[in-house]
């Protein structure tokens, strides 16, 4: 089996998964700490072991994969969203790194992708800190570790201990760029599970659809973002941003949640699921969609009319995005 086919089987879940982060609780560090002075940390020391000694990787088997912190996560992550047998094919994809000789190795895009976001750490701590904490009071604190591991189906995901991001997932095209970026996406998921914490609306009847509604304005302002922060971390391989900057897309995706709401009083609360998750998160329409309702606040009524909307709910983010479109580009959540 090619190594890079493997990789594309691996991460053909493409996901960014924060269902981890609703209802986490403050923790003694979150008290204590200012936003701006948040510290992410790097945590590499799993990803050098995977790619620096396979061999031993493999003798270890599950007892690796257990042990090792990020990797537990993902396992979370999996048992989750019904995600099949990871451990088995992490084991797949790092027998094929351990077939390979030490020379090819050695010349893999992996180390050299490794060694770029581990020389970038700086960077990243200095440039999105204060971006993300414009979004979020001062009393949030985003201190939580990135987890940098290989050979899992989600390319990244976001959890109440931190974010993991797989740098082997071909989404990346090989550009440390693309995994920066993203970053931010993530760790605004972190700050969004601890400011939500406070809301002030009062949430739908229907919790299916009040969680579709969570996920559209969380996934939707974590794509614009990072969708902002470009110029720092340009993202030229992320499709979210693709879809953005096609009104055609927008508008069609749009559409297709509408079209849901409205077939959503004959639906089971299983349907209402899996249709949910077919075009809110396979087809990305949360995440588009979500992203032009945040860019639409933000360009007519400012940052702080955006970010208001997190202090008080989803509802009050699709009212608020309703208010200022014609009737033809609205959302039509049920209850609303």
Known sequence: MNLRNSLARIASLVLIQTLFLAG????AQDKRTSC????????????????GDPDAVLKEGRGF???????????GWADEVGSANPYERFRAAVEEL???SAADRADHSIFRMTDEIIAREEELQATAIPYLCSFFPAEVDLSRPAYFVAFVPPRAFATSEGIVIDVTSDYWQENPDNILNMMIHEFFHVGFGKFRKGRTETPLDNARLYSMAEMIQNEGMAVWVAYEVRQ?????????NRLLEDPDAVAFLRTALNELFERSPSLSDDQLRRQGWRIGVTNRAYYVVGAHMARVI??????????????EGPLSYIRLYNSLVTEENRLFLPGL
């Open 98 to 100: 351990a077939s390979l």
């Open 24 to 27: 986490t609780q403050a923790s």
């Open 232 to 240: 720092a971390f340009p993202a030229p391989g992320e499709e979210d």
């Open 298 to 311: 933000q360009a007519e009524l400012g940052k702080e009319a955006l970010v208001q909307t997190i202090r």
């Open 36 to 51: 701006p002075e948040s510290s992410i940390a790097f945590e590499t020391s799993t990803l050098e072991q995977i790619i």
């Open 65 to 75: 994969w257990e042990a090792e912190k990020p990797l537990v996560l993902v396992q």
